[in-house]
């Protein structure tokens, strides 16, 4: 009987194909096809690079095996495959691996570490269509509309771009992806790899009813897709794949509370997240609550539509951190301020928090709630937990 070894593997149905893994990847173990994105057993050296720069923690996954899955087999998942059962021997031995429970349970907590957990969906969620639309095969959209989202004197070229899809099946949900393929080549002589943007619009469509999808994208230097995207003039035609993204979704509950936090084009789920619940539930009242974070009210996307949104559905709190005659402000800083109502959105099971945007923003953010609980007797870290278990929170920053 072999020796039950460890192996890292990537969940197909969280992972929404950024590629980020790969490129971080110093030994070159992480690869990809048309399909999915897979570790190569035979070069990973568990080196834990790849964890923290995962956005969705679908990187985060280990199984003890005594034959590790190939890549053909990786190549093919469509979701990951259960833990096998392995039968122990005394003395069977691994880089200290002594049973096969104590060794799960010990790489889960190790690699948990890096990415924060494995993320769920809200129970109530809607089922998400993953995958539909790859590299070998994706689909043509057509560009309908480009719209400056930032005053022209900003420093940030924001963008909303809608797709328009005409009859080409392409179902999403709020809060998924989708990946847009730059045309040309790379340095290395081989084709653009597509570039992630959350969706801004709701499932129905940016217009109620027609088969289209909202993007919000920044312009960044000597950034090639963002460029090519930000530079589409109605009518061009675009190469996308997707939609990607299993677990940060919106619930179909309408006592649900969102709690949404974000910087820069962070915004974009939230936006579609706002508006599904405009559509669906236009009379509930204090369901949503917004902490946004940019340079100034010129740099922030969708300010003038937000402004028009009733405090009594959302609540808004803005982050300036570059305003002028006014202190830095940070979204970190907007939670501490209304400390006592976050209090009691972490005290309230029907919450969800949402986290998009900068990972730069992350640290701030846990020590922010870490204050909030611990003033109300709460230990943060562990109430966060929780909550991932529960499916009500939900992280995905860059």
Request: proline share 7%; glycine share 8%.
């Amino acid at each position: 009987m072999n020796k039950p070894v460890k192996q890292h593997l990537i969940d197909p149905e969280i992972c929404i194909r950024c590629y980020t893994c790969e490129m971080t990847c110093p030994i070159g173990a992480i690869q990809h096809d048309d399909n999915n994105v897979v570790v190569d057993p035979d070069t990973c050296n568990f080196c834990m690079d790849c964890i923290p720069v995962c956005p969705t923690g679908s990187i985060d996954e280990w199984r003890v095996v005594e034959t590790p899955y190939s890549l053909d087999q990786q190549f093919d998942f469509e979701e990951l495959p259960e833990q096998q059962d392995i039968a122990s021997e005394p003395d069977a031995q691994d880089d200290g691996i002594e049973a096969h429970d104590d060794v799960v349970a010990a790489l889960l907590a190790e690699a948990h570490k890096g990415a924060g957990g494995k993320a769920k969906a809200p129970a109530s969620a809607s089922k998400p269509t993953i995958n539909l639309y790859n590299l070998g095969n994706p689909a043509t959209a057509k560009v309908q509309g480009n719209y400056r989202l930032t005053e022209a004197d900003s420093d940030s070229d924001v963008r909303h771009i809608i797709l328009d899809l005409s009859n080409l099946p392409f179902p999403v949900l709020e809060g998924q992806s989708i990946g847009i393929i730059a045309p040309g080549l790379d340095d290395k002589g081989q084709p653009h790899l597509p570039r992630l943007y959350s969706i801004s619009s709701p499932r129905d469509g940016e217009r109620p009813g027609f088969n289209n999808v909202s993007l919000t994208v920044k312009r960044e230097d000597k950034g090639v897709c963002s460029n090519y995207v930000c530079d589409l003039e109605k009518g061009d035609e675009v190469q996308i794949t997707g939609p990607f993204g299993s677990t940060f979704l919106m619930p179909s509950d309408p006592n649900a509370h969102l709690l949404m936090i974000c910087t820069g084009t962070g915004s974009a789920p939230f936006r579609g997240f706002t508006m599904r619940r405009q559509r669906e539930l236009p009379s509930v009242k204090d369901s949503l609550t917004l902490v946004f974070g940019a340079r100034s009210p010129r740099d922030l996307p969708y300010f003038g539509p937000l402004k028009k949104v009733p405090d009594t559905f959302m609540r808004k709190e803005f982050a300036f951190s570059r305003q002028k005659d006014a202190p830095k402000q940070y979204v970190q800083d907007k939670l501490r301020e209304q400390s006592q109502t976050i209090a009691e959105l972490l005290g309230d099971t029907h919450t969800h928090i949402y986290i998009c945007g900068l990972k730069a923003m992350e640290q701030g953010v846990e020590e922010a709630m870490s204050d909030i609980a611990r003033g109300v007797g709460l230990h943060w870290s562990e109430l966060r937990d929780q909550m991932r278990d529960a499916g009500r929170y939900h992280v995905e920053t860059y």
